[in-house]
């Protein structure tokens, strides 16, 4: 099982990015998929989630109205749209695939990861 997570890059307050995460060696569609961040010095922490269907999302409070996750089953690969980034969202950026999301924002629950993306944001 791989994931490969892209798009991260610098940007400035206010600006967008986009990230994607392509996996293979899985049936996509049976995992609900999460981001995590880890800012530097700190614990890696949930920003959201969404079901296999796509049909249904969570994000954390600190995301919440600015980023937005989406899938593609047909492509393997989930998306995180960044939109009014701020310095705080700075963060190296993980998807990660989970069978059975009973608690879809611990990351204890997750089957596989991907690498990470580094996302910076300047003031």
């Known amino acids: 099982v791989q994931l490969q997570a892209s798009g991260g890059g610098l940007v400035q307050a206010g600006g967008s990015l986009s990230l994607s995460c392509a996996t293979s060696g899985l049936t996509f569609s049976r995992y609900a998929m999460g981001w995590f961040r880890q800012a530097p010095g700190k614990e890696r922490v949930f920003v959201g989630h969404?079901?296999?269907?796509?049909?249904?999302?969570a994000y954390a409070d600190s995301v919440k109205g600015r980023f937005t996750i989406s899938r593609d089953n047909a492509k393997n690969t989930v998306y995180l749209q960044m939109n009014s980034l701020k310095p705080e969202d700075t963060a190296v950026y993980y998807c990660a695939a989970d069978r059975f999301p009973y608690a879809p924002s611990d990351s204890r629950g997750y089957n596989y990861w991907g690498q990470g993306t580094l996302v910076t944001v300047s003031s």
């Open positions: 969404i079901t296999g269907s796509g049909s249904s999302t």
